[in-house]
């Protein structure tokens, strides 16, 4: 977090997610994972592991590396 603006960092895959209009529970249906385990992945607090990134990446239509979709977005700051 940054302590001086009052705002943290968000991965990519929140950013895409919310581009695509979907909820956290939607997208985690769509990858077959459960909405706490991709709550806990969208903060950062559990990887998302190979298999589980390449499904929510699918859920996602995303094209690029998976692993980029669980990067700091460095543009896009949440306020808390």
Same mark, same amino acid.
């Given at each position: 977090? *940054? %302590?001086?603006?009052? !705002?943290?960092?968000?991965? =990519?895959?929140?950013?895409? +997610? =919310?581009?695509? #209009? &979907?909820?956290?529970?939607? &997208?985690? +249906?769509? @990858?077959?994972?459960?909405?706490?385990?991709? !709550?806990?992945? /969208? =903060?950062?607090? %559990?990887?998302?592991?190979?298999? +589980? #990134?390449? =499904?929510?990446? /699918? @859920?996602?239509?995303? /094209? #690029?590396?998976? *692993? *980029?979709?669980?990067?700091? /977005? %460095?543009? !896009?700051? %949440? +306020?808390?």
């Amino acid at each position: 977090m *940054d %302590e001086g603006t009052g !705002s943290k960092p968000v991965l =990519r895959v929140v950013v895409e +997610r =919310r581009k695509m #209009g &979907l909820s956290q529970a939607a &997208l985690a +249906r769509a @990858a077959g994972i459960n909405q706490t385990s991709m !709550s806990k992945v /969208e =903060r950062g607090l %559990e990887p998302a592991f190979p298999y +589980r #990134g390449k =499904r929510i990446a /699918e @859920a996602l239509g995303w /094209e #690029g590396n998976p *692993d *980029d979709l669980f990067k700091v /977005e %460095e543009s !896009s700051y %949440e +306020r808390y």
